[in-house]
């Protein structure tokens, strides 16, 4: 069974940038896509953004996300990217890293393995 580490979480001042790094020791398949959740505080889980598994430059991101957000991979580091600029406070949450054999989904009960979510709260 595969497991997601996620890292590069904490506190932060409002317009910030952070990169949040999604990965697995034991090695990713290439036949993955990886999509990002976000749940803030008092709320469910809601879909950030996706990476494709058959291309990296295939991507779907969430219409908030769009412009402040975006995904990435590095395939020899078995690394998948959130890098957030601009931060803004209801950009707090806890952010996971999820994946699927298939195509990207919105739907977080498409996804098969999950990490246990890193910290990232924005405030002044």
């Known amino acids: 069974q595969l497991k997601f580490v996620e890292s590069g979480g904490g506190l932060v001042q409002p317009g910030r940038s952070l990169r949040l790094t999604c990965a697995t020791p034991?090695?990713?398949?290439?036949?993955?896509?990886i999509g990002w959740f976000r749940q803030a505080p008092g709320k469910g889980r809601e879909w950030v953004a996706c990476i494709q598994y058959h291309s990296d430059n295939v991507i779907d991101m969430e219409d908030s996300a769009k412009g402040r957000f975006t995904i990435s991979r590095d395939r020899e580091k078995n690394a998948v990217y959130l890098d957030i600029d601009g931060l803004k406070p209801e950009d707090t949450g806890l952010y996971y890293c999820a994946a699927r054999l298939a195509m990207c989904s919105t739907d977080e009960d498409q996804y098969t393995y999950w990490g246990q979510g890193t910290q990232v709260t924005v405030s002044s």
């Open positions: 034991d090695g990713f398949t290439l036949n993955y896509s």
